[in-house]
């Protein structure tokens, strides 16, 4: 038996944030299913979220979420859910509305780079670790970055309530090319928004609870 990691995805561009499926975590016991969202398959209660272990949001104009929606979405983060952002290009689409309702959160400028992913990525020359994608300049009160690039931010995770916000600087669409020669880099990311004993817990749940026992 394998446990599972029910990973909600709610982009505009949700075949390219299709690496976050398949999965295998914790030494192939747990494994991760993706479900594509939109803007009519948000519950408007905290409840229809439960099941979710992880909800993507990225490259999405959050505009088109009633409030109440909003609202279900900050009460399932405050009760124990995890929450992971892309930004980059479309930062203020995707964070607008979310800037408001769940973190405030000041947006800079946005610019080009090559964001060096892992220097453990680059098999024949630095440049295999690198992707040229679009970096969102972001200040987050009270977060804690747990992946930067040359100084620079590239994961924060912030706290609320019992669970927690993770904000990438970038659109994780434009990494998937990367994920797919890499898929440790996932492993890795999933690793450090979850951390490693939910994760185990997943297995212990599935194999002697249960999914709802486990929420």
Known sequence: NTGRLLIGILSDRAEQLSYFDGISLDYGMVQSETIVLDETM?????????????LVISHYETDRLSETQLASIQTWVEHGGT?????????????????????????????????????????????????????????????SVIEESDGNPLLTMVKRGSGKIGIYNYCLDEIAEFVEKNPNYLVQMLTKVLGEDEISNLYYYSSYGSDEEYW
């Not at 948000?42 to 992880?54: H, Y």
């Not at 946005?110 to 040229?132: H, M, Q, R, S």
């Open 42 to 54: 948000v519950p408007e209660d905290a409840k229809g979220l439960e099941l979710l272990d992880l």
């Open 83 to 143: 929450l992971l952002i892309g930004t980059g290009a479309t930062v203020y689409s995707t964070l607008g509305v979310l800037s408001e309702e769940l973190i405030e959160l000041p947006i800079g400028g946005i610019f080009y780079e090559n964001v060096n992913l892992g220097t453990e990525y680059a098999e024949k020359a630095p440049g295999d670790a690198e992707v040229n994608m679009a970096y969102a300049e972001l200040t987050i009160p009270g977060g």
